[in-house]
């Protein structure tokens, strides 16, 4: 098992620039496929904004973030990122990291068997 934490999110306005990390305890971090999901104010969905494998060698992004958040992995400090630029107050939302053992890039919640409990990202207009 993993256990996952994530830290990082505030309160930014519309343009600004913010470092989600997300650090896991537990089992072989190595070993986990990463991925970051969202799920906006009344919302009951949680939605994929990016993705790493359990090396760091290929990454997904959802279309509306690609050029604007880097996913990353360090697997030494047992911690993985989210890079986000430009940010839109549409992104408002809790940000999720979750990890599945030895995954792909999947982009389904379903596809991911541990959670963190979230941090909260507002982007003010």
């Known amino acids: 098992q993993v256990q996952l934490v994530e830290s990082g999110g505030r309160l930014v306005p519309a343009g600004g620039s913010l470092r989600l990390s997300c650090a896991a305890s537990g089992s072989a971090f190595n070993t986990y496929s990463i991925a970051w999901f969202r799920q906006a104010p009344g919302t009951e969905e949680r939605e994929i904004v990016a993705?790493?494998?359990?090396?760091?060698?290929?990454?997904y992004y959802r279309e509306s973030v690609k050029g604007r958040f880097t996913i990353s992995r360090d697997n030494t400090e047992n911690t993985a990122y989210l890079q986000m630029y430009r940010l839109k107050p549409e992104e408002t939302a809790v940000y999720y990291c979750?990890?599945?053992?030895?995954?792909?890039?999947?982009?389904?919640?379903?596809?991911?068997?541990?959670w963190g409990q979230g941090t909260q990202v507002t982007v003010s207009s």
């Open positions: 979750a990890a599945q053992k030895w995954g792909g890039l999947g982009s389904e919640a379903r596809e991911y068997e541990y």
């Open positions: 993705a790493i494998t359990w090396g760091g060698g290929n990454k």
